[in-house]
């Protein structure tokens, strides 16, 4: 697979398909794994308010020295600013803190489904967007129903972040999103470097390939269509991670990590009753 692939959005906006997510980097430590990430060739960022490093992310933008333009940055809404004002004043606060004019890619990071008010942050997403401070905007942990009432507004997502990973593969959603033309993303695409790395066919698939499972995983994400941004803070496993660009796996290999998915492999909240 070429390096540095993009992906069409359905509102006409590119997303380079493999980038690098900063959930449980330090607001210290960010600043240089980002920097380190931009240096091998990583130019989409996955961060988000409530990871607390959107001004080390946007630090180490800043002095990469790279045009903006070439880069793809999204950040995410958090679940106490749901609301239509609060959604505008929070971009702008995470603009601030990054320091940047516009996010490539503005996201709702949980439905939360029993407050209600995803239709109304909806409606400011679309005022953000026409607004030019974010180029796309998109839902993260959206339930079916949740989804289907922001489809109904006739604007549709153009990307949606869910955990998906080889032992909780998302078919369903996945299915569904493709129906609608947005571009899954895939949080947790390593399972939090645990169970799925550790599995016997992934395994033995990277071995067939003198690859990793970490790279396996990748290539598998990248040959189902999802975008992927595996997080790490050793730089070893970040230029590891990007390596898995090189990594085809014939149509066989990706069957048999398809059929790995599990009824109990779901790693963080469930979106439906997660409220808080
Ligand atoms: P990942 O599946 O990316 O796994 C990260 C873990 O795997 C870390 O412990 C890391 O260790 C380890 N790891 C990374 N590379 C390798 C490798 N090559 N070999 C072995 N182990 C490795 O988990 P995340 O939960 O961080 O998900 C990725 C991103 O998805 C997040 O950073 C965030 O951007 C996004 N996300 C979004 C959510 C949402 O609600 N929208 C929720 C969760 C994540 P180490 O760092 O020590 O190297």
Not at 15 to 31: M, R, S, T
Not at 75 to 89: A, F, I, P, R, V
Not at 111 to 118: L, M, R
């Amino acid at each position: 697979m070429a390096r540095n692939q993009t992906l069409k959005l359905n509102d006409g906006n590119t997303i380079p398909q493999l980038g690098f997510g900063v959930w449980q980097v330090d607001a210290d430590v960010a600043e240089d794994v980002v920097a380190k990430a931009l240096q091998i060739g990583y130019r989409h960022i996955d961060t988000a308010k409530i990871y607390g490093n959107e001004e080390g992310v946007g630090r180490a933008i800043a002095n990469s020295g790279i045009p903006r333009e070439e880069l793809f940055v999204t950040t995410k809404l958090w679940n106490e600013d749901q609301g239509y004002e609060s959604t505008l004043e929070a971009v702008d606060k995470s603009l601030e803190r990054l320091g940047l004019d516009y996010v490539d890619l503005y996201l709702i990071h949980w439905s939360q489904p029993e407050k209600g008010k995803y239709l109304d942050t909806w409606k400011a997403f679309q005022e953000i967007k026409a607004s030019g401070k974010a180029r796309s905007i998109g839902v993260s942990n959206f339930t079916e129903k949740a989804l289907q009432d922001v489809l109904d507004t006739g604007v549709v997502p153009a990307a949606h972040q869910i955990e998906l990973h080889p032992y909780f593969n998302q078919r369903a959603m996945r299915e569904i999103d493709a129906r609608h033309g947005i571009v899954t993303e895939a949080w947790s695409p390593l399972g939090q470097g645990k169970a799925d790395l550790q599995d016997a066919t992934v395994q033995e698939i990277a071995r067939a390939h003198g690859a990793t499972p970490a790279q396996v995983v990748i290539a598998w994400h990248l040959a189902i269509g999802n975008v992927v941004f595996p997080k790490s803070v050793t730089p070893e496993r970040i230029q590891e991670n990007w390596d898995a660009q090189d990594l085809t796996l014939s149509q066989e290999e990706v069957a048999r990590i398809d059929a790995l998915t599990r009824d109990d492999g779901r790693i963080g909240p469930d979106p439906a009753d997660f409220n808080d």
